[in-house]
T-cell receptor
Framework: NAGVTQTPKFQVLKTGQSMTLQCAQD?????MYWYRQDPGMGLRLIYY???????DKGEVPNGYNVSRLNKREFSLRLESAAPSQTSVYFC???????????FGSGTRLTVV | GNSVTQMEGPVTLSEEAFLTINCTYT??????LFWYVQYPGEGLQLLLK?????DKGSNKGFEATYRKETTSFHLEKGSVQVSDSAVYFC?????????????FGKGTLLTVNP
């Protein structure tokens, strides 16, 4: 049972570099989400995709873009990384409206 | 809008002590309620859930009852173990309208000492 798979697990970037965080789920879930987790801030929603073909902004979308490539995959792109984007990033998926989430194990990103 | 307030930590207990983590919510519709647990270095895992008033969710010795009259969903365990040390998140999902998002509390760090 793979669930939600995130790659990479760790990444160090220099300011201004770009990168894409990958997320894939094998549960045939409709909805997918990207969160960041920072000390004392809890979880903050960056972007979500309610269903294949749609994406919407969350609480903190600035500096990020997303692509729902197909039903399984939802990627998060940082075009020009900044130190303020140092965080742990979690991808999650759910069946949809009102359903529980399944989370990936996270990507620890450091921007220097 | 929806919101979740949970007790601030950290909470430190001795093994076999009783645990309560308070959670209250504000929602415009009829939410489902969840508790998630995050062990060190891992993602969040669903611990238990309740979908309607007076439902009791339970798992691994943890329990929480959906109290609509007090808008609460407090997490309890009768006897904690060192392995329960983790961060616990309360969350709600408003099933009304087109809301696909969970609203999370800020998390409560629990440390259980032997």
């Amino acid at each position: 049972n793979a669930g939600v798979t995130q790659t990479p697990k760790f990444q160090v970037l220099k300011t201004g570099q770009s990168m894409t965080l990958q997320c894939a789920q094998d549960m045939n879930h409709n909805s997918m989400y990207w969160y960041r987790q920072d000390p004392g801030m809890g979880l903050r929603l960056i972007y979500y995709s309610a269903s294949e073909g749609t994406t919407d902004k969350g609480e903190v979308p600035n500096g990020y873009n997303v692509s729902r490539l197909n039903k399984r995959e939802f990627s998060l792109r940082l075009e020009s990384a900044a130190p303020s984007q140092t965080s742990v990033y979690f991808c999650a998926s759910s069946e949809g409206q009102g359903a529980a989430y399944t989370f990936g194990s996270g990507t620890r990103l450091t921007v220097v | 809008g929806n919101s979740v307030t949970q007790m601030e930590g950290p909470v430190t207990l001795s093994e076999e002590a009783f645990l309560t983590i308070n959670c209250t919510y504000t929602a415009t519709g009829y939410p489902s309620l969840f508790w998630y647990v995050q062990y060190p270095g891992e993602g969040l895992q669903l611990l238990l859930k309740a979908t309607k008033a007076d439902d009791k969710g339970s798992n691994k010795g943890f329990e929480a009852t959906y109290r609509k009259e007090t808008t609460s969903f407090h997490l309890e365990k009768g006897s904690v173990q060192v392995s329960d040390s983790a961060v616990y998140f309360c969350a709600l999902s408003d099933r009304g309208g087109s809301n696909y998002k969970l609203t999370f509390g800020k998390g409560t760090l629990l440390t259980v000492n032997p």
